[in-house]
């Protein structure tokens, strides 16, 4: 489970035995309290919910070892495999657009201002609005009279049954969390830009490069490591989105917005087949570690700053 | 590339336009916190009376001030913890040699993945094994650290000034000595940034302090909130006012902190 | 000697994981289960889903029967009904749950077979043995709460299915309000000129996406068309048959599956939407809280649940239940405390102000109900159904409520839907 992340080697100008040995010990004082705690209340419950995955748990009683039987199971389960589908599309659905939204808000929002400095901290207001407390709002923003069909009516399309339309509630859902992370992605964003040396821009309009130009050429691979981070936090943040849907539809309507951590939830809390979840969720575990193992090597390149 | 006047004021209203956009649904619920009742929540209206009489309400109920009161302990406990302990934890995993450090990183890494929802019960059995059910330490010692903020520090630390740290070893500075006045003046961004983001993340949680918190006086906002709103029964106006506080704690902190998480979720993104 | 503290160490991180796991099965008998004095002694826990007027009518019981029994004392906690399952499970498996709690009914018999419940203790609820408890209640009722013979609950919060119609909505459609449809094909047929131009008025609206009221709207016309949702033994799912595929694909035809609304079903009929729903007794108090413009008697009112023309009728009922924990150390006390939760003038105060009834033998009889409604239960109660029992309850409503909302979202064709219902309780039963 080694990531191909290169840590950067200590500092070895001071070097020597004592240098090495100080910062073993100093290292291993300060990283002390994470090693207990992840292993107490992370690598305890996973190698729990391992071995869980391969027996038949049921929230009650002797679990009894049945071998790869649950996932057997997964593969014949349409459930799983609606779920499945529902969380790609839903992870495709809110990660492209929310970066792209957030890059074309942070590239202008960038740039100094008074009017920038106002609107920047104004950006980060929905990120502050806890979920679960405004829930109920969300779900009179998306009623038949709500403010979503008032707004699309601004736009002459007539009112949309956004919560109970198979194929707009996951949009709805989309539009709740892009809503809540977009300020935070900006922000980000904003603040890596901020940090690009304005040296290179200017030599570039100097050759007479275009703003687009200037923008794919120099921009983007300089802001590499900042849209990794971005990327890392939003696939996964989708991928693992379970308040929205569990607040809003409730996986409905038919199954649209069934994405696997809800599914994962009704099979262990609500059928109480605790073994196929947790066999469940070793899957989703495996699929976000390949997606973040892929989106470091695409990003980092060669050069990992 | 010189940007024209006209320019600047047309990206100006275009991005104010954008922001507007954003912060319609934070009316709708200053709206919603006025409705009267379930069949009225289309509104854009403001009925300032009807806001009153909730309010009034929400705290002459019993229990909303303690729901608040526990929620400030959880979201703060947490936050505090998780500076101290994640702060320590990225910083050595980013500028100090020691044995396990890729272990550990990995583990990290690892855990950024884990679905909760899967390790909730094994979880709920070790805090059970510890004694911490129905208590404060139960909800807050399993949120005291997280992958993301060791990910975060240590992305963070990673750009801390080299020539800054070596000096301080050569004018002959413990380890321990340059992280407290080195380091983490350097971090304090970082910190303040992972201060801020567990606050809000602690305030919004529901599930674990739900299943571990079998009192009432226990209760922090997320739970007690989902009392008012059940499925057959709510007072729409009841819950969007309550909503609406309950969003007041984490704006004004987010406001107070704005200078610094700019800063700190800049990530050391370039080298300077 | 550092061998001995990491073995040490690894023996209790051991520990913290299994032994949780193990003891959830363990759970050593409690000593004395029956006091000889036959006094309830000790502090009862007890969990219930929250329901505003419920609560208010329990707090005051509890504290009734503390005083009435000093040795007692009761610490009720009120959750929210949509997180009520996971946290009853998470303590559960933690081996921590409560004394006592409310629960559907149709969770008994599951809980039950994982051994969690505790069966009846005759001497705490003054009779000689089960049978005689039985003889207390509606026969139908407490039945549903038994596995293998054993009766693990009693009942409380009873209620057999209705139709709700729109007073209003009907004479705005030129049809009498004092003669709701009395069959599935009237119902139809009614909600065809009840549906408005534009379509955002409709007839008849299906309880959609939600499982428990799937499972009765599908029950009423599964059954009534004589098939069944699981075979009688609860063996294998029989959806895919002639009966189950003419229901779906009525449950397909009337209503319209996108109208919206945040409470659903309810919500709709509260806002004039829709102008007929399948519910239960509790929302004769739930409308007029909904929307005040709503009277009982004037704008809305309620009917026999209907039949299919020259068919049998089928009364879809469900029951909530008092069950009492295997692992409580106090279950003499725990059925004492119910015992007195259920006495007569209790249920009588329940239904004054919670519309809940306790369904104690001759509950039509009981004061302060609804005459109309008592006066409908009281004739369906005989064709009354609980639905199948089997202890995948909660699997086989979610696969009936992913076949039920397929069709009606248009989906999937009945037959399909049915077919998959049918496999997908083949890998679950």
Known sequence: ?305 | MRPSRWGNALRGTLLSLVVAVMLLPVYAMVAVASASDATDLGGLGFDAAQFGEHLSLLFGQGGFPLYLRNSVILSLGVAVLEVVLSGAAGYALAQLAFPGRRVLFAVVVGTLSLSPIVVLVPMYLVVRQLGWIDSFQGMIVPFAMSAFGVFLVRQFALSLPRELLLSARVDGAGELRIFLRVAVPLLRPALLTLFLLQFLAQWDNLLWPLVVANKPGLWPLPVGLSQLQTEYDFSAGLVGTAALVTAVPPLVLMFVLQRYYVAGLTLGGVKK | MTLLTRRRLLAAAALTTASGLLAACGGSEPEAAVPADGVPRGKLSVWLHQTKAYDAVFTNLLHSYIQEFGGVDVTPLYVPVDKFDAKLLTAFAGDAPPDLFKIGGWTVPGHARKGRLAPIIPKAMGVADDKALIAQYDQSAISSLSYQGRLYGVPIDYTICFLYYRRDRFAEAGLDPDKPPTTWEEVAEYSKRLTSADGKKVGLQWILGNPQWTLMQLLALVKGKGGGILSADAGKATLATDAGVEALRYYGSVGDAKLSNPLSGFGLFATGQAAMVVSGLFAMDLFPALNKQLAFGKSFDIAPLPHWDGAQPVAPAYTWAWAVAEQSKLPYTAWHFIDYLQREDVAARQLKDASLLTPVKGWEKLPNADPKAMEIMAAAAPHADFGPQTPVWQEMAKALTDAGDAVAFGKKTPERAAADFDQAMRIAL
């Open chain 1, 1 to 305: 489970m080694t990531l191909t992340v290169r840590l950067p080697g200590p500092a070895t100008t001071v070097s020597g035995r004592g240098q090495r040995w100080a910062e073993a010990r100093a290292g291993s004082l300060l990283a002390l309290p994470a090693a207990v705690y992840f292993l107490v209340f992370w690598v305890v419950p996973f190698a729990g919910a391992v071995w869980l995955s391969f027996t038949d748990y049921e929230l009650a009683g002797v679990p009894a070892w049945t071998g790869l039987d649950n996932y057997h199971r997964l593969l014949g389960d349409p459930g799983f495999w609606n779920s499945a589908r529902v969380t790609a599309l839903y992870t495709v659905a809110s990660v492209v657009p929310s970066i792209v939204l957030a890059l074309a808000i942070a590239v202008p929002l960038s740039r100094p201002g008074r009017l920038n400095g106002v609107l920047r901290a104004l950006v980060m207001i929905p990120a502050a609005m806890p979920l679960v407390a405004t829930s109920m709002v969300w779900s009179a923003i998306f009623a038949d009279e709500g403010l979503a069909n008032t707004l699309i009516g601004l736009v002459g399309i007539g009112p949309q049954p956004w919560l109970t339309d198979e194929r707009l509630a996951l949009w709805a859902l989309v539009i709740m969390t892009t809503w809540k992370h977009l300020g935070l992605f900006v922000i980000i964003l904003t603040a890596g830009l901020q940090g690009l040396p304005s040296g290179v821009f200017e030599a570039a309009a100097i050759d007479g490069a275009g703003p687009l130009r200037i923008f794919a050429r120099i921009t983007l691979p300089l802001l590499r490591r900042t849209l990794l981070f971005v990327l890392v936090i939003a696939v996964i943040g989708a991928m693992q989105s379970f308040v929205p849907a569990f607040l809003l539809t409730k996986g409905g309507p038919a199954g649209a917005t069934e994405v696997l951590p809800l599914y994962l939830w009704a099979t262990g809390f609500g059928f109480e087949r605790m073994g196929y979840a947790s066999a469940i969720a070793m899957v989703l575990l495996v699929a976000m570690l390949a997606l973040s193992l892929v989106q470091f090597g695409v990003l980092r390149g060669g050069d990992d700053g």
